[in-house]
């Protein structure tokens, strides 16, 4: 639920609520982010939207189902993605997030990129949350549109970018050295004027599907952060190659996941499947 908020309301370093312009996202209860590809070539081929009709539709749909907060992606991030263009990434991107925030201006809208003029087109438009996939490695000047704008910013750690990191997923220590990244960027953040800042271990990227269900399996450890923690689970390949299936079957593998990353203290589900997952977080809460 989003709540009337002043600035000197909200606690920076809050694990259970989060700040998006003079409103706090209440996060004492999960909630629901839903995934809006509009994108040709996301690895799960049902969430591809390529009209700005269709994705406000699915945009709608999963408003109407639970969601929270809606992410925007125009850039696919699917391991071997190829690259697109600022330019063709903006036009694919701007058009649906002023859509949506016609519709439903108290509606939470992220925009899923690691390029700053994309980031900084999408909040002109109506976004107020940034999610890079690249841990500002990738852009840099990211980190400063999050502070101008004063929108939460979504940490998520990877290595190398989407067509390298499958080959970087040799760690000393997994925990340690993901550990070692958040503290160093969550000091760069706070030193650009970034206060909200929400940690997503960033399942399927860099990551072994070993590593991957072994960071499930102790997924707490990042609450040393005093950070809210976002798992983006849905339709992985860690569950459907683990289990020798499709992304289209991997419904049941989510929920399942979904349902660990809860109990370990997950705060934002990253999900496809908006319905199931609010009935998860129904359940279990």
Excluded at 58 to 76: H, L, R, T
Excluded at 123 to 128: D, F, K, R, T, V
Excluded at 182 to 193: Q, Y
Aim: net charge negative.
């Amino acid at each position: 639920m989003m709540q009337d908020s002043s600035v000197e309301d909200t606690y920076f370093g809050s694990i259970s609520s989060i700040r998006i312009g003079d409103k706090l996202l209440d996060l004492s209860i999960p909630v629901v982010m839903g995934i809006l590809n509009v994108t040709p070539d996301s690895f799960y081929a049902e969430s591809r939207e390529k009209s700005t009709n269709s994705a406000f539709d699915k945009a709608k749909e999963m408003i109407n189902a639970g969601a929270m907060v809606i992410d925007v992606g125009g850039y696919s991030t699917r391991p071997g993605a190829d690259e697109i263009s600022i330019d063709e990434e903006v036009s694919r991107v701007v058009p649906i997030i002023q859509s949506i925030r016609g519709e439903f201006p108290g509606i939470a809208i992220s925009i899923d990129t690691f390029r700053s003029k994309v980031a900084e087109e999408a909040i002109l438009a109506g976004a107020n949350i940034i999610n890079d996939v690249s841990g500002f490695e990738i852009d840099p000047d990211i980190i400063h549109i999050a502070a101008k704008y004063k929108v939460p910013y979504v940490l998520m750690h990877m290595r190398g970018n989407p067509k390298t990191m499958q080959s970087l997923t040799e760690y000393a220590n997994l925990f340690k050295d993901i550990s070692f990244y958040f503290s160093s960027k969550i000091e760069k953040l706070k030193a650009a004027g970034v206060n909200d800042i929400i940690l997503d271990p960033g399942f399927g990227f860099a990551k072994t599907i070993e590593q991957n269900h072994d960071l499930l399996r102790h997924l707490e450890a990042f609450h040393l952060f005093e950070k809210p923690i976002l798992a983006g689970l849905s339709r992985k390949s860690m569950i459907y190659k683990k289990l020798g299936i499709t992304p289209e079957e991997s419904l049941n593998g989510t929920i399942a996941l979904n349902a660990i990353a809860l109990q370990k203290g997950a705060k934002i589900l990253r999900v496809h499947d908006v319905k199931e997952a609010a009935q998860l977080i129904s359940l279990l809460k």
